[in-house]
């Protein structure tokens, strides 16, 4: 499985820069917002359903050492990092309209995400077009920012509930018999991503048992909540990053995999960071992140 991706690129930065093959830093230090418990003890929990973004928890801010993979991609894997980069343009190119988006775009993204896994069978059931404009509100939902505070998106029960939610009963429950993932595909769009790239956490360095708390998630319009999972700051942590990601550029991001028996990753803590070394032309950051079901016949 070829995991590579080649160097060169067409694109710029803006309309009057260098390519992107610029000198690479194999490190970067960069501040990262992580979840910290309720001091009263309750339940964590965020609600983005009343106009103020409402939540009784705190974040602390730590300075940590993200590793560029640039030029070793391949290091890394889904089921061993929990995240995996890939060299795949997309023949859908505008990303403005969303019924395009899931006319276009999902039917190569649901292929391409078989290529990848090897899986039998891909739902998409969600997405979400991010366009950072400084001093937007980021739980705006039709203005969504970069998400700045290292979060895994799913606990088991939110993805256990997400099949029984998006396929009809007389599926989900034989599907639920077998290994199933939750997986991201995020992919810059128009421009590369200098702008607040991703910082991904290698799931060989996550504390399982300790780092990670269910945080409940209240939603407009939604009837059922949601659960996502809090990261707690641990300093062994590893964080990698791919600098100046292009539109040609792919990462899956695993959020969840029922296949818990330790032989392979089941998550991978994620956010959004400030680059110091982001150039002082790039463009603000433009992303697109498809949401999938995932399943397999073992």
Known sequence: MAT???????YTLSTNTMPATLIQPSFV??????????????????DISVPELKRNYEEKTHVVQ?????????SVSLDTAGFQFYNEPAKHKSFKNDEEIKREYYPESIELIKKLTGASRVVLFDHTTRRRRPGVSGADPSNRQPAAMVHGDQ?????????????????SGELLKHR??????????SHPAYDWPLALADYRSVDAEKGLTPVAFFHPGREENRETMGVSYNPAL????????????????????????????????????EDPTTPADALFRESIELRALVFYDD
């Open 180 to 189: 199933y993932q939750i997986i991201n595909l995020w992919r810059p769009i």
């Open 155 to 171: 606990t088991a029960r939110a993805a256990r509930n997400r099949v029984l939610r998006h396929l009809p009963e007389s599926e």
């Open 238 to 273: 590893k964080f990698k990053y791919l600098r100046g990601m292009t539109p040609d550029e792919i990462v899956l991001i695993k959020c969840y995999d029922s296949k818990d028996d330790g032989s392979v990753s089941i998550m991978t803590p994620h956010t959004a960071f």
């Open 66 to 74: 993200i590793e560029n993979l640039r030029g070793n991609e391949s």
């Open 29 to 46: 230090s960069a501040s990262l917002h992580f979840f910290s418990p309720p001091s009263d003890g309750s339940s964590p929990f965020v």
């Open 4 to 10: 590579s991706i080649e160097k060169s690129s067409p």
